[in-house]
């Protein structure tokens, strides 16, 4: 097979292409936003961290599996076989009729292959762990797969306000695929990263930190691969849009024409997304929601990638 992702094929001038008005006035609201994460409540108990990063992670697990299979996460089981990993919850999970996505580049069938792959063990740890130390796991929420990419499209400026449902389908090709992986691997991050401050037991603090690693190792190959197609104007504008909803400063990977806190100047293949310390950007549970609601401010309680709101505790922003 041949590779159609290089810098200069047609995939990588479609997506280019993508950018319209709208995100380079998205990019000016958002650079009017505060660089420091505001104070929010914090969930009561590590069981409600927990519970919080299984809401991602049934999010982030069923776009990976059904990529690569075809399948939802209720076609695979706990690691003893008696429950599905939807943890028998009457769960909705919209998404396109079709959604194994056509890879074309081996490389990159491989890196969704090993993101899925990890993305079901870390639903299956935390319904397996979470009864372990006391508490109960919670059952998978509504997802939408279908509407909140394309409305994420539109508010980013990727396709014309307007477009119908299905105007972008991240499962459509592997580029489109990768663009929606960008979209929730930093923001995995950046929640696992805000929430640590929460956690009391040590040993939940260090399950959550392997976690947070494997989704950083993801996030950086994902921001490396289309930084390298010439994506950055795409990840520039997914970033601003997220910076705008949840007021936490957010880079794409196309720095240039900027500096940093030393005055060098920024580069156009930003692989990390951190602040002048070298450190992750960090968001409380109430900013990770004003993300995947697609909606800033307080009170929120559902919208975008969870059309009802997640499971738990901490459901509102």
């Keep these: ?12 001038k479609r997506l280019l292409g993508r950018l319209g008005a709208g995100a380079l006035a998205f990019g000016a609201m958002a650079a009017l936003t505060s660089k420091t994460a505001k104070a929010a409540s914090a969930p009561t108990s590590d069981i409600d961290v927990l519970n919080f990063a299984l809401n991602l992670e049934y999010l982030e697990a069923e776009y990976y599996v059904r990529a690569v299979t075809g399948l939802g996460l ?15 919850s009457p769960n909705l999970v919209t998404a396109p009729p079709t959604t194994l996505v056509p890879f074309q580049t081996p490389a990159i069938g491989y890196w969704a292959e090993k993101i899925a792959n990890d ?15 006391g508490g109960t796991a919670v059952v998978e929420p509504n997802i939408d797969l279908m509407t909140s990419f394309n409305t994420l499209a ?22 489109d695929f990768m663009i929606g992986a960008y979209i929730f691997e930093d923001v995995g991050v950046t929640a696992y990263a805000g929430a640590a401050g929460a956690l009391q ?3 939940i603090i260090s399950y959550s930190a392997s976690i947070l690693a494997v989704e950083a190792m993801h996030a950086g190959l994902i921001r490396s691969y289309l930084s390298e197609i010439g994506g950055g104007k795409v990840t520039n504008a997914i970033s601003a849009l997220r910076q705008l909803v949840s007021n936490v400063q957010d880079n794409g990977t196309d720095l240039s024409g900027t500096t940093d806190s030393s005055g060098a100047p920024g580069n156009p293949f930003n692989f990390v997304n951190t602040d002048y310390n070298g450190q992750v950007f960090r968001r409380t549970p109430q900013q990770v929601l004003n993300v995947v609601y697609g909606a800033p401010g307080t009170g929120v309680t559902q919208g975008g990638f969870f059309p009802t709101g997640m499971t738990g505790a901490v459901t509102s922003t």
């Design 74 to 88: 209720s076609s695979f089981t706990t690691s003893d076989g008696s429950a599905t990993l939807t943890n028998n």
């Design 154 to 175: 539109q508010q980013a400026g990727l396709i014309p306000v307007g477009s119908p449902v299905g105007t972008f389908n991240p499962f459509a090709s592997e580029l």
């Design 119 to 133: 993305e079901l063990s870390h639903v299956r740890f935390l319904i397996e762990g979470i009864p372990y130390y």
């Design 201 to 203: 037991n040590p040993d």
């Design 1 to 12: 097979m041949t590779n159609d992702m290089a810098g200069d094929g047609a995939d990588s």
